[in-house]
Each structure stands twice: as structure tokens, then as C-alpha cells.
């Protein structure tokens, strides 16, 4: 008897699958970007940080970029989003005790940070180079995670408000800067290393904090200084399990900036009361949260009246911290997208070598780069500033630049970055997705862009050897573009009449920070790089998506200089 032949061959079985129910194999998928070095394999970053005298801490920098790249760390970040903090009020016999609870892969973050100094080694260990080696550390350990950076940050900040007040700075300094992290909620007398936060704002103020409400009232004075009591409201208070904040409240002489401990020195619990914690789109590790204060203890920071001026430093170094996680997040983005298309496949080819996406990513990493250049330089600038007048002056109005700047084109980075990985990358089990959503975050934090435009005006109306400075900084790289050299002539010309700069301020920023860019990628980066920046945004080509360069760029080196392995 004959028997009709299949219409397909029967697949061949094996011990995987004897019985042939196989649907399918896995190909032409990537594997995951892990298990890398997030300096080594980060060429801008280790020529950047040679460039701005940083080149001392190569070595622990390579040795933490391989730590921190490893997927076991890598999988914190993922697990300090998946589980975020909750808040108990009270504890279960009604005692309030207002206490956040982390995941343990947070604590875990912040630990590393701190044993890493990224809290404090500016100033326990001054040395030409330092603000540049610890924006490089804070720079890859935000590519991790950015949540944890917050706490760090603040503490960081903490240091230049604090030192002005001989017995805080005794009592507090020495564990502010301990490399010890210890998250327990109990006194700050019982801890060998402390953190800092900061409550500014409330409701009906936001970024204008001469509008706050709450009241100090003076106590007195004991060993720590001068104390008062402090009642009103905060509406964004971040970190609210640190050891002690930094705030602001209306004295009789106006607005002071005052340190509030968690616990006063008898032990007893100070009455900063969490009401709640923000529901957040992004940075959804840390906690931030409303607290009311019943007449907490705090002790005055600076003269009475002198608020605002007292928390400038600080502010100064927050926002340039901004600068570094934004910087962080873009190479994090590209890292991922162009990770990705070396190793997928579609219509014959690799998407890295086809013309069209090769154009993007060269554009996401041109972005990346030079955002990393210009925050490297301003921390030379914050490295030299206490001996160059120059340098100091330069900073004033680079760090609102570029914390405007950088944070601003995030987002639009992150959106691109995320598209070249297709469907994806829009997937909650891809990395894309909290990128993405973490993005906004710097740019409206600590004074949002219009803040920080205004910031700038404020820097060469008051500093004007500050616009000298900037000017002098961008003439340094004279006749190396011609592009550059247009877009610069014509903004020196636009800047001779600031008297229209708030209705003019975006775009002026806006030139003045690519300006700055430029001229710090014309004088650092390769040909390649330098060239493609400059055309791709000084020629007024109008308004363009990523990945739409000029003709006769060299993408290819440009690619092959960003590829994180």
C-alpha cells in the first residue's frame, strides 16, 4: 500500500525536544549589556577626565567602572525601582515614628556611593582634579541607578553652608564626610556617618522660596548655636530618612536657612512629621515626601535674613550634579541603543551598519558626549575656583547653563534612544522605560529651566566679569570651526543689549550653552566628533529630529568611538 508523501519535512528531533513540539528557536535577539566596564569601555569619558586633570584616578576609576557595569549591580538598579519605599507613620501600638522603609538594593547603592566618597571627597581629600574624579565616579554610578543619587547629592551640597558655622560644623561635619553609611533610624550620636537632606519649598512657592511661611522662633542659644523652633509645612522634602535638613523658614529678620536633625540630642524625636510620600513618574527609589514641622529644633545657618544667600553654594552644587545625571542617563541611552543594533539584524543587515540608524546613533552619541565634555569642564572650573578668579567666575554662569541645557535635551534623548530598540524598548523588562522616565526629572529639579535662565541673567548682571569669563572661554577655540566662530560673532552681537534677555532668555541659553559645547568639542573631541557637533547644530538648519546630519560626516567613527563594548 502506497502512501501519499508529507507536504514538509519532518523536523529532525532531539533530546531538548523528542517529541518535535518546538515553536520556534530565539535568534537575531541581543544579549543583555552587562557584565562590562563603564570607564573603560566609555572613550569621552576617559579622555575627558585625563583632559581636566583627573588623569590621577584612572586606575579606581577603571576598577569601579568594572564593578558598577557588572550585572549583579546592574540588577540593584532594577531591583530599587521594582520595590519602592513605604511609609509607616506610626508603628502598630500607635507611636509615631515616621519611618521609611527601602529595599535592601538601595541601601545597598547608597552604601557604595559612600564608600566611594561620591558624598564628600571634594573636600576631605582637595586636590587638583577632585570635583573632576568624583563627577566621573557619581557619572557611571548614576548609570546604574539615579535615585540614590539624590541623598548623596544633598549631602554633597551640605558641606559649603555648613562649614560657615564653627560649632555645627564640629558636631556635624566629621560624619557628614565619614565614608560610613548607615541608614538606621536612630540619633545622630549614635552614628558614626550621617546624611543630609533638604526641605525648601512649600505649596504656594515652589522655586520662589522668599514666599515660605513657615516660622523660626527663637529658643536660644546651646552647643550647637543659636536654636529655634521651627512650624509650617515643606511640600517636597526628598530623602526624608536622612539624619538631618537643611531648610528655610521666616525668622524675625526674614529668611534663614537652618539645620534640622531627625532626633534632637536628648534622644527624643524631632516633630518633622511625613504626611506622605510623592507618587513620582521617575526616580521612584527615593522617597520624597510632605512633612509638617510642630515646632521642630533646628539650628540657624548663616545671619538671619540671609537665607537665600546662604543656600547658594549649595544650590550651585545640586544643580551641577543635575548636570552629571542627566550626562549619566544620556550615555546609559545610547550605550543601550547602540549595544543593541551592533547585534540585531533587519533586512539583510545589522541596524548599526545601515545608513539611516547609523545616522541616529551618531547623533545620540554626539549629544552624549558633548553634554559629558561640558560637565567635566565645569568641574575643572569648581576644582580651581578658590585659586582663579577667572575659573570662578567662568562657573557662575556655565553651571546654569549647562544644568538648563543638558537636563533639557534629555528627555527628548532618552525618547530616541529607546525607538531604536523598537517594541522592545518600551517594554517594562528593558531598561528603556525608567530611563525615560527619569529623563524630566533634573531638568525641573532644582530650579527649573526658566529658573536657570534667569540664573544667568542674574550671574552677568551681578558678575559681569562672569559674561567676560564665558567669552574668553568660547574665544579659546577661535579658527578651529568656521561654524563656530558664525555662531559665536553673532551671539556676542545679540548679548550687547541684555535689556530684553527674560523675554529672549530660552533662546539665548540655548546659544550660549551650544556655544559652550562646541567649543569644548572643538578643542578636545576627535576631528570627527568636533566637526559633525558643530555642523549638526551651528549651521541653522532649523528645526531637525535625531539623525539628521549633514552630508560628508564621518558616522562611522563616530559610532565606533561611543560603542560601550
Known amino acids: 500500500?502506497?502512501?501519499?508523501?508529507?507536504?514538509?519535512?519532518?523536523?529532525?528531533?532531539?533530546?531538548?525536544?523528542?517529541?518535535?513540539?518546538?515553536?520556534?528557536?530565539?535568534?537575531?535577539?541581543?544579549?543583555?549589556?552587562?557584565?562590562?566596564?563603564?570607564?573603560?569601555?566609555?572613550?569621552?569619558?576617559?579622555?575627558?577626565?585625563?583632559?581636566?586633570?583627573?588623569?590621577?584616578?584612572?586606575?579606581?576609576?577603571?576598577?569601579?567602572?568594572?564593578?558598577?557595569?557588572?550585572?549583579?549591580?546592574?540588577?540593584?538598579?532594577?531591583?530599587?525601582?521594582?520595590?519602592?519605599?513605604?511609609?509607616?507613620?506610626?508603628?502598630?501600638?500607635?507611636?509615631?515614628?515616621?519611618?521609611?522603609?527601602?529595599?535592601?538594593?538601595?541601601?545597598?547603592?547608597?552604601?557604595?556611593?559612600?564608600?566611594?566618597?561620591?558624598?564628600?571627597?571634594?573636600?576631605?581629600?582637595?586636590?587638583?582634579?577632585?570635583?573632576?574624579?568624583?563627577?566621573?565616579?557619581?557619572?557611571?554610578?548614576?548609570?546604574?541607578?539615579?535615585?540614590?543619587?539624590?541623598?548623596?547629592?544633598?549631602?554633597?551640597?551640605?558641606?559649603?553652608?555648613?562649614?560657615?558655622?564653627?560649632?555645627?560644623?564640629?558636631?556635624?561635619?566629621?560624619?557628614?564626610?565619614?565614608?560610613?553609611?548607615?541608614?538606621?533610624?536612630?540619633?545622630?550620636?549614635?552614628?558614626?556617618?550621617?546624611?543630609?537632606?533638604?526641605?525648601?519649598?512649600?505649596?504656594?512657592?515652589?522655586?520662589?522660596?522668599?514666599?515660605?511661611?513657615?516660622?523660626?522662633?527663637?529658643?536660644?542659644?546651646?552647643?550647637?548655636?543659636?536654636?529655634?523652633?521651627?512650624?509650617?509645612?515643606?511640600?517636597?522634602?526628598?530623602?526624608?530618612?536622612?539624619?538631618?535638613?537643611?531648610?528655610?523658614?521666616?525668622?524675625?529678620?526674614?529668611?534663614?536657612?537652618?539645620?534640622a536633625p531627625r532626633w534632637r540630642p536628648d534622644g527624643t524625636k524631632n516633630p518633622i512629621q511625613i504626611v506622605r510620600l510623592k507618587r513620582k513618574m521617575g526616580n521612584v527609589s527615593n522617597a520624597s515626601s510632605e512633612t509638617e514641622w510642630r515646632g521642630a529644633l533646628a539650628w540657624r545657618v548663616g545671619p538671619e535674613g540671609r537665607g537665600v544667600a546662604t543656600i547658594l553654594e549649595m544650590v550651585a552644587a545640586t544643580r551641577f550634579d543635575c548636570m552629571i545625571g542627566s550626562s549619566a542617563g544620556m550615555r546609559m541611552a545610547a550605550a543601550q541603543a547602540l549595544d543593541h543594533c551592533r547585534q540585531r539584524k533587519a533586512f539583510g543587515a545589522l541596524l548599526i551598519d545601515q545608513p539611516a540608524m547609523r545616522a541616529v546613533l551618531a547623533d545620540l552619541a554626539l549629544e552624549a558626549e558633548a553634554s559629558l565634555a561640558l560637565t567635566l569642564r565645569v568641574a575643572r572650573a569648581l576644582d580651581n575656583r578658590a585659586s582663579d578668579l577667572r575659573e570662578d567666575a567662568f562657573a557662575r554662569i556655565a553651571a546654569p547653563l549647562g544644568k538648563y541645557w543638558i537636563c533639557k535635551r534629555t528627555p527628548a534623548h532618552a525618547y530616541e534612544a529607546m525607538e531604536c530598540l523598537g517594541g522592545s524598548g518600551a517594554m517594562e523588562d528593558s531598561p528603556m522605560p525608567r530611563l525615560y522616565r527619569e529623563a524630566p526629572i533634573n531638568a525641573i529639579w532644582e530650579g527649573s529651566g526658566n529658573v536657570q535662565c534667569l540664573d544667568v541673567l542674574r550671574a552677568i548682571l551681578r558678575a559681569p566679569q562672569s559674561l567676560d569669563a564665558y567669552f574668553a572661554e568660547i574665544d579659546s577655540a577661535r579658527g578651529a570651526n568656521r561654524a563656530l566662530d558664525a555662531h559665536f560673532a553673532a551671539l556676542k552681537d545679540d548679548m550687547r543689549d541684555l535689556g530684553d534677555f527674560e523675554s529672549q532668555a530660552r533662546d539665548l541659553c540655548d546659544r550660549l550653552a551650544l556655544a559652550l559645547q562646541a567649543s569644548v568639542m572643538v578643542r578636545s573631541a576627535p576631528a570627527a566628533n568636533a566637526d559633525a557637533f558643530c555642523a549638526a547644530r551651528l549651521e541653522g538648519r532649523g528645526a531637525r529630529n535625531w539623525g539628521a546630519l549633514p552630508k560628508g560626516l564621518d558616522l562611522a567613527a563616530i559610532v565606533k568611538r561611543a560603542l560601550p563594548r
Not at 535577539?29 to 552587562?34: N, R, S
Not at 570607564?39 to 576609576?61: I, P
Not at 549591580?73 to 511609609?87: K, M, Q, S, Y
Open 1 to 259: 500500500m502506497s502512501h501519499r508523501a508529507a507536504p514538509y519535512d519532518e523536523p529532525e528531533r532531539d533530546a531538548l525536544d523528542p517529541y518535535g513540539a518546538a515553536t520556534h528557536a530565539v535568534f537575531n535577539q541581543p544579549t543583555e549589556l552587562a557584565d562590562y566596564n563603564l570607564f573603560s569601555g566609555d572613550a569621552a569619558l576617559q579622555d575627558g577626565v585625563a583632559r581636566e586633570r583627573g588623569g590621577w584616578a584612572s586606575n579606581e576609576l577603571a576598577a569601579l567602572g568594572a564593578r558598577l557595569g557588572a550585572a549583579e549591580t546592574l540588577e540593584l538598579g532594577i531591583l530599587a525601582n521594582r520595590n519602592p519605599p513605604e511609609l509607616d507613620t506610626n508603628d502598630r501600638y500607635g507611636n509615631r515614628v515616621d519611618l521609611v522603609r527601602y529595599h535592601p538594593s538601595y541601601h545597598q547603592l547608597m552604601r557604595l556611593a559612600v564608600e566611594q566618597g561620591l558624598h564628600a571627597s571634594p573636600w576631605t581629600e582637595p586636590r587638583p582634579g577632585a570635583h573632576v574624579a568624583r563627577a566621573a565616579r557619581y557619572y557611571m554610578q548614576a548609570q546604574v541607578e539615579a535615585g540614590h543619587g539624590c541623598p548623596i547629592t544633598m549631602t554633597f551640597a551640605a558641606t559649603p553652608s555648613l562649614a560657615k558655622e564653627p560649632e555645627l560644623a564640629k558636631h556635624w561635619l566629621p560624619k557628614i564626610h565619614a565614608r560610613l553609611y548607615d541608614p538606621r533610624n536612630i540619633p545622630a550620636a549614635d552614628k558614626q556617618g550621617l546624611t543630609i537632606g533638604m526641605a525648601m519649598t512649600e505649596k504656594q512657592g515652589g522655586s520662589d522660596v522668599r514666599a515660605n511661611t513657615t516660622r523660626a522662633i527663637p529658643i536660644g542659644r546651646d552647643a550647637m548655636g543659636e536654636a529655634y523652633e521651627l512650624v509650617g509645612h515643606k511640600f517636597f522634602v526628598s530623602a526624608p530618612m536622612c539624619d538631618a535638613f537643611l531648610t528655610l523658614a521666616q525668622a524675625p529678620d526674614g529668611l534663614t536657612c537652618f539645620l
